[in-house]
T-cell receptor, first 115, second 110 residues
Framework: EAQVTQNPRYLITVTGKKLTVTCSQNMNHEYMSWYRQDPGLGLRQIYYSMNVEVTDKGDVPEGYKVSRKEKRNFPLILESPSPNQTSLYFC??????????????FGPGTRLTVL | GIQVEQSPPDLILQEGANSTLRCNFSDSVNNLQWFHQNPWGQLINLFYIPSGTKQNGRLSATTVATERYSLLYISSSQTTDSGVYFCAVKGGGSNYKLTFGKGTLLTVNP
């Protein structure tokens, strides 16, 4: 089944404890992206990747890191999480990020709470 | 950047009723998608519809790109249709970033 998977789905952690949220897609998509969703602020892009080894900042990249070493994986790293990073996180992928683009497919989401 | 406005912000229906959700956008768009966020938080793709009309079962969507709006129609609504419906667009630029509207919260009562 074609899908975007994220792990973990739920995570409660403490301030300063490094964590990684994994994202994987099995559709051979070039483009991958991370969003966070917060009440009143909607969905905002954190980072995106146009292809392997090509990443760039979105609208709210502070406090996050990403890497794209393989086409299928795009992990989101929080080196030193803080309470303001408590949010619902979505990974998304698309066949391409160029030109007119194509439909973007979202993972199931990761609910992160930072105490 | 591009602005996306959705209306109405909230909608309460009885099961079986029909509804129309609207999405206005401030600039020309290359892509437009409709999503349903279910009560568990998952974002479900409904339509990829940069222009024209599509139908999928009880749902259909129309985008009139030249007039900068899109409509989502839900017919014979069911309680499982409850949730938030988002319109998201891609404007110009090389980053395929979707800009989301604030959504329409739909509640379908039995």
């Amino acid at each position: 089944e074609a899908q975007v998977t994220q792990n973990p789905r739920y995570l409660i952690t403490v301030t300063g404890k490094k964590l990684t949220v994994t994202c994987s897609q099995n559709m051979n998509h070039e483009y991958m992206s991370w969003y966070r969703q917060d009440p009143g602020l909607g969905l905002r892009q954190i980072y995106y990747s146009m292809n392997v080894e090509v990443t760039d900042k979105g609208d709210v990249p502070e406090g996050y890191k990403v890497s794209r070493k393989e086409k299928r994986n795009f992990p989101l790293i929080l080196e030193s999480p803080s309470p303001n990073q408590t949010s619902l996180y979505f990974c998304a992928s698309s066949p391409t990020g160029r030109g007119l683009g194509a439909p973007q497919y979202f993972g199931p989401g990761t609910r992160l709470t930072v105490l | 950047g591009i602005q996306v406005e959705q209306s109405p912000p909230d909608l309460i229906l009885q099961e079986g009723a029909n509804s129309t959700l609207r999405c206005n956008f401030s600039d020309s768009v290359n892509n437009l998608q409709w999503f349903h966020q279910n009560p568990w938080g998952q974002l479900i793709n409904l339509f990829y519809i940069p222009s024209g009309t599509k139908q999928n079962g009880r749902l259909s969507a129309t985008t009139v790109a030249t007039e900068r709006y899109s409509l989502l129609y839900i017919s014979s609504s069911q309680t499982t249709d409850s949730g938030v419906y988002f319109c998201a667009v891609k404007g110009g630029g090389s980053n395929y970033k979707l800009t989301f509207g604030k959504g329409t919260l739909l509640t379908v009562n039995p």
